[in-house]
């Protein structure tokens, strides 16, 4: 499986953006999609998640309610719609996908960065 995501900018506190995640290859081996990021001097966190067949969502407590994971079907896309954006969201922001079985994320995109400005 191949992930590219792209769609990261600058912003102000307060706005939003949209990223994407564009997948390709072995898409039927994958069961499950997520967005991490990595802020400056910090670990890689998890954002949200998306069951790949549709339905199931999942989010870390902080962006409840401000962002929405989805998928474009038409074309192949993990998205992620971020509203209310803040400073300390400031991070490069990973899609990632996992296969059935499998226990981790297995496949990464090559991340794409967001800078929230005070």
């Known amino acids: 499986v191949q992930l590219q995501a792209f769609g990261g900018g600058l912003v102000q506190a307060g706005g939003s953006l949209r990223l994407s995640c564009i997948v390709s290859g072995h898409t039927l081996n994958i069961a499950r999609m997520a967005w991490f990021r990595q802020a400056p001097g910090k670990e890689r966190e998890f954002v949200a998640s998306?069951?790949?067949?549709?339905?199931?969502?999942n989010y870390t407590d902080s962006v409840k309610g401000r962002f929405t994971i989805s998928r474009n079907n038409a074309k192949n896309t993990l998205l992620l719609q971020m509203n209310s954006l803040k400073p300390e969201e400031t991070a490069v922001y990973y899609c990632a996908s996992r296969r059935y079985g499998s226990p981790n994320y297995d496949d990464w995109g090559q991340g794409t960065l967001v800078t929230v400005s005070s």
């Open positions: 998306f069951t790949w067949s549709g339905g199931s969502t």
